[in-house]
DNA sequence: AAGTGGTCTAGACCACAAA
DNA sequence: TTGTGGTCTAGACCACTTT
């Protein structure tokens, strides 16, 4: 049997050199063998050297043919049914997903959105102060009221006209962002740059009628539908690290996104 | 040593008895033995026996009070990992997540949503009719243009006031709903209950002013901020299943969730 | 130096689906 | 009946963090 089935079934014989399955391991890498393994079918799938439908060889038989035992092999395919890439059933194999995956709703920053969209973002920075915490923000943060918070104000824009107006708080202790990166950047990636890992985020997103100054900012008249984003992201530790309190304009952004069902 | 810890240390001697992770494994339940113990974590958690910053015992001090292999307690410690309410730190140990974690985003419907929440749902259905597919849905769907589908349109209100008009379509050769059952449920547990699994959607989140229509329909007046859904759910093997395309009353209702952090 | 999680092995038996 | 994934064991060695 050779490893890879399209549906109905088989390629042809003498395909075993093609075999996008099988692959040279680096045993001497640090990189473990399980996520070698796993970045392996994964490019598999994506250069469409596996197909949607395709089934994989069953476990016992790549674990010989790739010289890993059974759990190790195991623990590369599940990461990519955790990511939705591939689906198990019991009895008759893993295969390859059908629809178009694209990435799940990730905690990623504006900036990177934009940028990977090819949509060249531009930042101006419009505040970057230090200022006391109103009721909210310290609520959200966890911090006391009155407490010293960095605000930020920025105004992101793409093709030279407004997208977004970003407003964040972070505890003063944490991070004094410089004007000049933030407007080169995302806030995610300068928080990742000073060694803050971001483990989780509570976000809510609604809708509301611009008001004249957000309208004048975004280039919107007064009363226009806008996204409104509201989140605050914490640590490893569960310590509140920021809080963003973002609008953007309906006609130019919308929250896009692949959901996984909870299994 | 106890096997849970406080910051910064330990429990009272003799806490044994008490002890939140220890527990009796039921052996001849087909329920999986990791699937036993992460529930029971989970519980311990929930009721607070386990507080954030808490250490749970090694994994291999574990493994033996419970009488399973290492393994099998990592399965069941990853699947808590995964949910985000615990994080490992190799050196350190495992921990409970300071943070109130909610549950993370679900392909959840509109009606589980309203309900869990407590806002007693109803529904009246609009429409109930097969239809040739327009071209969008047809293309959202992957059918032929002018293939039979079924178009729902159903009004969800709350207390009597209306929150989202909801705008669904699906392969007529799938399913048949029957109104007085979208009337008292939601369309995703009809689904369910047709053995129809779902696996994966994509989905778009964004904002728009009401029509006239719209604003009759949600007694918001014509211009009014609007949210918007569209999403397209696909099952197991990757078939397109359903399609819908919503719109909630913004001063009623907001997307709210939980993102964990990709690693 | 000691203790933790991270990775890996080489088996075993079971449950489920398809032929 | 056969083949698949699902679960589980009892070890091993390594990398990292803290003392």
Known sequence: MSPVHRTPQR???GDRALDP???ALDRSSPVPLYYQLARHLEAAIQRGALVPGDLLGNEVDLS???GLSRPTV???IQSLVDKGL????RGVGTQVVHSQVRRPLELSSLYDDLESAGQGPTTRVLRNERIAAPADVAAALGLPEGAEVVVLERLRSTHGRPVAFLRNHLPASLLEPGTVRLEST???RLLRAAGIVLHSARQSIGARAASAEEGALLQEPEGAALLTMRRTA???AGRPVEHGSHVYRASRYAF???LLVRS
């Open 11 to 13: 390629t042809a014989p």
């Open 21 to 23: 399955v099988t692959f």
């Open 64 to 66: 010989v043919r790739l």
């Open 74 to 76: 195991r623990q590369a």
């Open 86 to 89: 591939l689906v198990r059933r």
């Open 186 to 188: 995302g806030l995610y």
């Open 234 to 236: 914490y640590d490893d």
């Open 256 to 258: 896009d996104f692949q």
